[in-house]
Each structure stands twice: as C-alpha cells, then as structure tokens.
C-alpha cells in the first residue's frame, strides 16, 4: 500500500466513524463555523482544565474531507496547550496549503493531499477555525481574586 492509499483510508475510515463526534454538556464553550462554499456545518464544544484542553466533541455535517479533518484534528488537540494547538494548526496549514514542514504530524499528514485541491483547503480547515473560536471563547474573564 502507497502513502497515497493509507492516507485515502485514513479519511474514509474518519469520515465513517468520526471520533469524538457529538456534544459535550455542560461544555466551557462551543462555537458553529460553516463553510458555504460547500455547506459544510459544524459546531464544536469543549472542556478546559486551566490551560489544557481537556475534551472536545464536534457534531454537524459536511462532505467527507471536513468531517475526517475533524475528526482527526480531534484527536490531535484533546489534551493540548492553547499554545500546541495554535502550533499544531499553523503545521497542518502549511501542509494543507502545499507547504509541508518536518514536523510528524501523525494521522493529521493524511490532509496534506487537499493542497491538491485549493478548494478543499477550506472544508479541511473549518473545524480548525471554529475550533479556534471556541478556545477564545473560554477566555476566562480578569478575575482579581
Ligand atoms: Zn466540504
């Protein structure tokens, strides 16, 4: 089996059974992004311990390549800094966009075969952006105490 294959099967298998699908309740945020290009809609909830992304769920619909992108990029961030995340996500960009890094980014390399398809860039990086949008969500309001 080629790279090519394994990554093929990477995101049919993601896009048949999501991981992490669903919704987190009660959750510390959630965030809808949607994608109109496409109609790819989806909303992600989240829990936070202190700086820590302690669990995410995303739910929604969409065309295979956003759900198995959030699929796996749930995988990739339960469990990160805000700061792995926001690095993590710069990585996967650069990948997506034809511009691959050294850096192993696991299950998350098999998205690097959209930067074939411009198009597909934006479906592959909806949940990352309304990821995003959660995470600052969160942003605890200055407390003095
Ligand atoms: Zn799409």
Redesign the pocket.
């Known amino acids: 089996m080629d790279l090519k294959e394994l990554y093929r099967d990477v995101i049919l298998d993601h896009n048949r059974s999501p991981r992490n699908f669903g919704k987190l309740d009660p959750a510390d945020a959630m965030a809808v992004g949607r994608?109109p290009l496409?109609g790819?809609k989806l909303d992600v909830t989240l829990r936070m311990e202190g700086d820590r992304l302690a669990d995410v769920r995303f739910q929604g619909q969409?065309?295979a390549?956003?759900v198995a992108s959030a699929s796996l990029m749930s995988e990739a961030v339960k469990g990160r800094r805000r700061e792995e995340i926001e690095q993590l996500y710069q990585q996967v960009h650069a990948l997506m966009t034809g511009h691959p890094g050294s850096a192993d980014l696991g299950k998350l390399a098999a998205l690097g075969g959209v930067a074939e398809f411009p198009a597909?860039v934006k479906?592959a990086s909806l949940c990352w952006h309304t990821l995003n949008a959660a995470l600052n969500d969160t942003r605890a309001p200055v407390s003095t105490e």
Do not use: A, K, L
């Open positions: 994608n496409c790819d969409g065309c390549i956003s597909r479906c």
